[in-house]
């Protein structure tokens, strides 16, 4: 049975844009919920200036929090160095950083031009290494921008070959701004793996803006694809691209792959009852998701999928 | 480019499901702007007795009106001989009946066993033959139903080659109850491909219960089916299978078709309006989809797709 892993961002992604911030408990309640459910892997937090995204100022402690969870890798992202170098600090197993293929994009949310960029990452990759951590670089808006429009395949081939020589150890492709479509998936995903060698992009970050975020994660995982990123409730999307709503749901998302025999480790049941936690921390906050509404199917409780 | 056939079937399945009628004109308003919106094919009714389905009451007059839309494929639904009788006489292009693989399912539907339901099946062919009708026969509940749970596979494959033996012209596969997953479409639309000819089987009816819908239909097109039922709004279910919510989202798949470089021959933007007509005519009724909420990419509008 292939075993893909369902990477938790909604405690980064999906609280970065809701202007309420979720108590500390309360993400510790969320994160300890999900890693017992069998998560495997959560992006806690952001380690971007307080002032800046005033609700995920307590990323360290949730860092300091999660890694007392056991088997759970604890992810962060970083936008620059300097919060590299705070996220190596907290202990973080893994650090992220995005690296926007829309260069106006870029210099509207990091105010860094693509050299820039590459410069930042070289820095980046530098503070991981010296401390021992995972260090991948996100290519977002690599399937289109908000602002720019269509993204061409060559930058980002040509950008992520560059991430790769500055230093990145792996590489996600981000559908930041909900423009994916299966073909162009399939397209760029074997681009990418062809530039850069297969091991290196093994992950998909997508957002169901448009309703194609499972056929989407279907199509990555034809092409290999072994990482999926995924927020619980679908909350989350990106400040920065208006109109772009959630990441796909973690709820459908996993019911999609158990249903298709592959291995997530996760339970299901208990998943879904992580729900309740993110809702009562957020009232009236909309959650996502079809699965939740629906419940899991007869046959699926009688133990007849794979 | 490949075109692929998006057959509405909005006005049968998605109002046999609302205990509200639209009015006769509002369906001829949403038929005639979904054909002017390019669409080929439409399920506008179907036969069943008036006292069952009030809400379906008014088919034969749609179906006269339909027919004089040029290029519109008029489909309608039959349940059994004296509903395909009414529909050659109502002069409908194309007949489907659903037989139901549970056969619990088929006997609280219709109360008929399958032995029951192939006699029906070769009583409406031989009216369909007779009138130069294309008849097709909807395998529904082929991927579980919400009474029996699994559904045997080897059934399935009996079933539709014993449809096929009482002169089906077509088969579909259909997820009545939104069980399907990515995985099983891909098993089963090769399957039955295999065991009755590939021509015989190019028509998926998928729900988006769980929110598989769309990978669903994407597995369906990397198999080589070139026909998908969707809603306008993804308004229906199935009212035999408590918990299946609505069809698929025509917008949303026409939108992921285009964006893939499909070719629908639908106008996109003319489609999307087409909602506001369906909205009106059911205030308060609940319309789903994506695409209507976050607009199309900007890439799309510039014409950068396919």
Chains 1, 2 share one sequence.
Not at 85 to 98: L, N, Q, T
Not at 202 to 218: D, I, K, Q, S, V
Request: glycine letters at 10%.
């Amino acid at each position: 049975m292939t075993a893909i892993l369902v990477s938790e961002v909604g405690p980064r992604d999906g609280l970065q844009s809701i202007s309420r911030i979720m108590p500390l408990e309360a993400k510790k309640a969320w994160i300890a919920a999900e890693a017992a459910a069998g998560v495997k892997e959560i992006e806690v937090g952001s380690f971007v200036p307080p002032s800046l995204l005033p609700q995920l100022a307590d990323t360290a402690e949730l860092v300091a929090f999660a890694r007392t969870i056991p088997g759970l890798r604890v992810v962060a992202l970083v936008p620059n160095a300097k919060g590299a170098a705070r996220a190596a600090e907290a202990g973080v197993h893994a650090m992220s950083i995005p690296f926007s293929m829309s260069e106006t994009h870029s210099l509207k949310n990091v105010r860094k031009s693509h050299p820039a960029m590459i410069e930042e990452i070289g820095a980046v990759a530098a503070i991981a290494r010296a401390a021992g951590i995972d260090f991948a670089v996100s290519l977002s808006t690599a399937f289109g921008c908000t602002i720019e429009g269509a993204v061409s395949e060559d930058a980002v081939e040509r950008l992520a070959i560059a991430a790769v020589e500055a230093g990145a150890q792996e590489l996600s492709l981000s559908d930041t701004t909900g423009y994916a479509d299966p073909a162009k998936v399939k397209r760029l995903v074997r681009r990418i793996k062809t530039a850069v060698g297969a091991d290196m992009l093994t992950t998909l970050h997508l957002h169901n803006t448009r309703g194609l975020g499972l056929a989407n994660a279907l199509a990555g995982l034809n092409e290999g694809i072994t990482t999926l990123d995924a927020s619980l409730g679908g909350i989350g999307g990106c400040p920065f691209a208006p109109g772009a709503s959630g990441n796909i749901v973690t709820e459908d998302l996993v019911f999609m792959l158990q249903a298709m025999g592959l291995d997530t480790g996760i339970d299901l049941h208990q998943l879904l009852k992580v729900r309740e936690i993110v809702s009562a921390a957020l009232p009236g906050e909309p959650l996502y998701g079809f699965t939740p509404d629906a419940g899991l199917p007869l046959d699926f409780a009688q133990g007849n999928h794979a």
